[in-house]
């Protein structure tokens, strides 16, 4: 079965550390992997997807085949981070998308 | 539409009322999401319809759920005998390629 785990429910860091939010999967094909963010009264956005091998606003992730991992990483964080981040895997368009349990970040001046 | 619209996006219902939530999906957009999000519980998946059938039914919490989608289109989510367990933020998302795109929920509150 799908599966999608964030072990960690709250990360509390300083403006300027680094912060990595950690995500794990369990799936027996070869899954497409995303991270979505939810700020404050705004509405759950995509922050960016494994295919892209992209940087949005400073955070990247990696796919971990070997791990089954897709952590997310940014090197200094920013007072504006400060959000509710869930990682999610889906196999392709138009299937199920599976939602980890969500990391609320909170980024101290 | 410039996005997924939900309706309501507040409801208090009092327990043992039925309630039905609605969805308006971005257009053509052939995948459609349910889920809830509760304080603490993170995401929870309800359902996912392609076009009007839905594959996976399997995170409808009790037979008290149920969903439908008619035309490909605007989709209800309904709850029978509503219960205070069933308070939270039902969300609804619809996919076209990959990426998937939210509503701004409906809370719901059973008192």
């Known amino acids: 079965a799908q599966r999608v785990t964030q072990p960690e429910k709250l990360l509390s860091v300083f403006k300027g550390a680094p912060v990595e939010l950690k995500c794990n999967y369990s799936y027996s094909g070869s899954p497409e992997l995303f991270w979505y963010v939810q700020y404050s009264r705004q509405r759950l956005q995509l922050l960016l997807r494994h295919i892209s091998r992209e940087s949005i606003k400073g955070f990247t992730a990696d796919l971990n085949k070997g791990e089954t991992s897709f952590h997310l990483k940014k090197p200094f964080a920013q007072e504006e981070d400060s959000a509710m981040y869930y990682c999610?895997?889906?196999?392709?368009?138009?299937?199920?998308?599976?939602f980890g349990g969500g990391t609320r970040v909170l980024v101290k001046p | 539409g410039a996005g997924v619209s939900q309706s309501p996006s507040n409801k208090v219902t009092e327990k043992g009322k039925d309630v039905e939530l609605r969805c308006d999906p971005i257009?053509?957009?052939?995948?459609l999401y349910w889920y809830r999000q509760s304080l603490g519980q993170g995401l929870e998946f309800l359902i996912y319809?392609?076009?009007?059938?839905?594959?996976?039914k399997s995170g409808l919490p009790s037979d008290r759920f149920s969903a439908e989608r008619t035309g490909g289109s605007v989709s209800t989510l309904t709850i029978q005998r509503t219960q205070q367990e069933d308070s939270a933020v039902y969300l609804c998302?619809?996919?076209?390629?990959?990426?998937?795109?939210f509503g701004q929920g409906t809370r719901l509150t059973v008192v």
């Open positions: 257009s053509g957009h052939t995948a």
């Open positions: 998302a619809t996919r076209q390629n990959t990426e998937a795109f």
């Open positions: 319809f392609q076009g009007n059938s839905a594959p996976d």
């Open positions: 999610a895997m889906g196999e392709a368009a138009g299937n199920k998308l599976t």
